[in-house]
Nanobody, 123 residues
Framework: QVRLVESGGGLVQTGDSLTLSCAASGLSASDGAMAWFRQAPGKEREFVASIRWISGNTYYADSVKGRFTISRNNAENTVYLRMNSLQPEDTAVYYC????????????????WGQGTRVTVSS
């Protein structure tokens, strides 16, 4: 049984940094990529970043490129999202997803999801 558990969300101010974690269990080493998505109130869920478990190759949405960094710790089966220079428009519930490919940016292409962690950036 696959389980993804996000943590690390919270309330921060504009310009602050935050690191989200996603602890994964039940996945095999060949399970493609892990990804972060986010969903702001009243908006659709959007792709943020992805990383391939084995190679560590990464892919980012243009809106976060240069500010966010996705990484993984294979030994601990954990994926991280380091978010710098946070802006109010980054406010959303952030979800960890698994089972898709590195370049998959559509939520429907991922098989497994966490419960989400809320990030609020005040201006």
């Amino acid at each position: 049984q696959v389980r993804l558990v996000e943590s690390g969300g919270g309330l921060v101010q504009t310009g602050d940094s935050l690191t989200l974690s996603c602890a994964a269990s039940g996945l095999s080493a060949s399970d493609g990529a892990m990804a972060w998505f986010r969903q702001a109130p009243g908006k659709e869920r959007e792709f943020v970043a992805s990383i391939r478990w084995i190679s560590g190759n990464t892919y980012y949405a243009d809106s976060v490129k240069g500010r966010f960094t996705i990484s993984r710790n294979n030994a601990e089966n954990t994926v991280y999202l380091r978010m710098n220079s946070l802006q109010p428009e980054d406010t959303a519930v952030y979800y960890c997803a698994a089972g898709g490919g590195l370049l998959n940016t559509l939520p429907k292409l991922y098989d497994y999801w966490g419960q989400g962690t809320r990030v609020t950036v005040s201006s």
